[in-house]
């Protein structure tokens, strides 16, 4: 029987033009992949009338009519955008939808990210969103299934990613968080009021520190509890911290004059960057990511083994050495611009 090929226009395949492949039904790319048998979307900003959401950070999420998700997803969420009509995707656990069967897998980036397998039968893809492989605090660890197609988020495309071990970076941090409290400084840490300011809390409270959260990620932190993910000892923000503690904000807050004396923390894979603490204009730079890093990338195409590779929100030099350890690879959509968180 004749295999299935898949619609990709080539107007958003990205620069390096076409991909030689035939008009089908199962996915196509529509500034935004779309699972064409059952009209469903996926990751879109734009409202939709059926998307899929991997997880709740604002670039993957819109205000749609009806949304698939995880239960945890589905509580940060409507956290971010208010009451919405979701269906609940517990991790390993089929739906039969329109056509394809479609299970989620752990993808280890943030509380509730979820990969999606989607099967019809014939053949099978694996979406994977943004994920991570390494150990989280505050997310199970990534599961990847084998899939014939495999559509991977690269941002950490380049060999220039290749972030230290999670444990050293750890040590590292702790330790130049305690130096600034014996100091009699105020950490201020900036970083993603989603997930990674969950992450770092857990890190710093299983220590014996402290952690006082600006209210956007108090929020947050308040969701991830009620899911089950216990953060340790953690309080809102009401103008002062008292010594001893450590301050988590999202990245833009001012220089916060009230607190007196501060040292100021970015933890962000970006941190990898030999420029990064002066640009983001911090004292300290740590590089620790929810993102998978590019020995990461390429591990993953290997687990997943898949007939071909599309890559999305990376560079193009990614596709190339997708190709060169053996695999049938190529771009999907533009490629993304570099973030600071």
């Given at each position: 029987m004749e295999?299935?090929?898949?619609?990709?226009?080539?107007?958003?395949?990205?620069t390096s033009g076409s991909t030689n492949l035939k008009t089908e039904t199962f996915f196509h790319w529509e500034d935004g992949l779309k699972l064409t048998k059952a009209g469903l979307a996926v990751d879109f900003r734009r409202r939709q009338p059926r998307a899929f959401i991997s997880h709740a950070h604002s670039d993957h999420i819109g205000r749609h009519e009806y949304a698939l998700c995880t239960p945890e997803t589905a509580a940060l969420y409507q956290l971010r955008l208010g009451p919405r009509t979701t269906r609940h995707l517990p991790y390993r656990e089929p739906?039969?939808?329109?056509?394809?069967?479609?299970?989620?897998?752990?993808?280890?980036?943030?509380?509730?990210?979820?990969?999606?397998?989607?099967?019809?039968?014939?053949?099978?893809?694996?979406?994977?969103?943004?994920?991570?492989?390494?150990?989280?605090?505050?997310?199970?660890?990534?599961?990847?299934?084998?899939?014939?197609?495999?559509?991977?988020e690269s941002t950490y495309g380049t060999p220039a990613y290749r972030l230290p071990p999670r444990g050293e970076t750890i040590e590292k941090f702790l330790a130049l968080v305690r130096q600034t409290l014996e100091n009699e400084s105020t950490p201020v840490i900036l970083t993603y009021a989603l997930g990674k300011s969950q992450e770092v809390t857990k890190i710093l409270t299983s220590s014996g520190i402290g952690v006082v959260q600006h209210r956007?990620?108090?929020?947050?932190?308040?969701?991830?509890e009620r899911c089950g993910m216990s953060l340790g000892g953690f309080e809102l923000f009401e103008g002062r911290v008292e010594p001893g503690k450590a301050l988590v904000v999202p990245p833009g807050m001012g220089h916060l004059d009230k607190i007196g004396c501060q040292t100021r923390f970015a933890v962000t894979g970006w941190a990898i960057e030999p420029s990064a603490k002066y640009r983001l204009r911090v004292d300290h730079a740590i590089p620790l990511s929810d993102h998978a890093d590019y020995d990461e990338l390429l591990e993953a195409v290997k687990i997943v083994h898949p007939r071909v590779?599309?890559?999305?929100?990376?560079?193009?030099?990614?596709?190339?050495?997708?190709?060169?350890?053996?695999?049938?690879?190529?771009?999907?959509?533009?490629?993304?611009?570099?973030?600071?968180f």
């Open positions: 295999s299935k090929k898949h619609h990709v226009p080539t107007r958003s395949v990205g739906l039969e939808w329109r056509g394809l069967r479609l299970t989620t897998y752990p993808a280890g980036h943030c509380l509730g990210s979820a990969m999606l397998l989607a099967e019809d039968g014939d053949e099978s893809l694996l979406y994977t969103g943004d994920f991570k492989l390494g150990e989280s605090a505050t997310a199970e660890r990534a599961e990847l299934p084998h899939a014939d197609i495999l559509v991977i956007t990620v108090f929020d947050v932190s308040e969701v991830y590779v599309y890559c999305t929100h990376g560079p193009e030099s990614f596709v190339e050495r997708v190709r060169d350890i053996g695999f049938d690879a190529h771009p999907l959509g533009r490629p993304s611009q570099g973030r600071l």
